[in-house]
């Protein structure tokens, strides 16, 4: 099992670009959340998916928007990206009924740069 | 809200020393706990988990029991590794399947 996967692993970005950061999962899992993860600051959540076809804010949704595109697959688009959202970005997955207890599991993580 | 603090790190300490990381935690209810460590470039692994008071989690030589009467959680292990170095988080879960973490605290082992 290939587990969370993300793409890309780092990015470059100009002030106002926008770019898709994809994540998938192969466990089955009905939840997915994107994290960022700053210094002194632990992970922060952005948006989750309790199960496909829903979505909701989390604690830092502002110049996000998500796509739950199917059970598998969730991503995270910057419509236009600010130098505040410089970070590294973390998709995560869980299912208590495999889990039971909240377990989730992490990607490798997208390192974000904008200049 | 609920929120989890952790002590300050970096921690560093010899190979063999004995490891303590604080955590102490605020939630409504009866959260989960968890311990995540991150490797260097790596994403989080769950460490290990304890979901009621008295609960003892344990993994790969490290500890941590659920402490519902000081709110605290804290990771011990007896004997460290300098491949035990990375960042650790302590978290709880905070209504369905949402995790509130700390800010995390990087543990040095030197040979």
């Known amino acids: 099992n290939a587990g969370v996967t993300q793409t890309p692993k780092f990015q470059v970005l100009k002030t106002g670009q926008s770019m898709t950061l994809q994540c998938a999962q192969d466990m089955n899992h009905n939840s997915m959340y994107w994290y960022r993860q700053d210094p002194g600051m632990g992970l922060r959540l952005i948006y989750y998916s309790a199960s496909e076809g829903t979505t909701d804010k989390g604690e830092v949704p502002n110049g996000y928007n998500v796509s739950r595109l199917n059970k598998r697959e969730f991503s995270l688009r910057l419509e236009s990206a600010a130098p505040s959202q410089t970070s590294v970005y973390f998709c995560?997955?869980?299912?208590?009924?495999?889990?039971?207890?909240?377990?989730?599991?992490f990607g490798p993580g997208t390192r974000l740069t904008v200049l | 809200g609920d929120s989890v603090t952790q002590m300050e790190g970096p921690v560093t300490l010899s190979e063999e020393a004995f490891l303590t990381i604080n955590c102490t935690y605020t939630a409504t209810g009866y959260p989960s706990l968890f311990w995540y460590v991150q490797y260097p470039g790596e994403g989080l692994q769950l460490l290990l988990k304890a979901t009621k008071a008295d609960d003892k989690g344990s993994n790969k030589g490290f500890e941590a029991t659920y402490r519902k009467e000081t709110t605290s959680f804290h990771l011990e292990k007896g004997s460290v590794q300098v491949s035990d170095s990375a960042v650790y988080f302590c978290?709880?879960?905070?209504?369905?399947?949402?995790?509130?973490f700390g800010t995390g605290t990087r543990l040095l082992v030197s040979p």
């Open positions: 978290a709880l879960s905070a209504g369905f399947q949402k995790l509130v």
């Open positions: 995560a997955s869980s299912d208590r009924a495999s889990g039971g207890t909240d377990t989730q599991y």
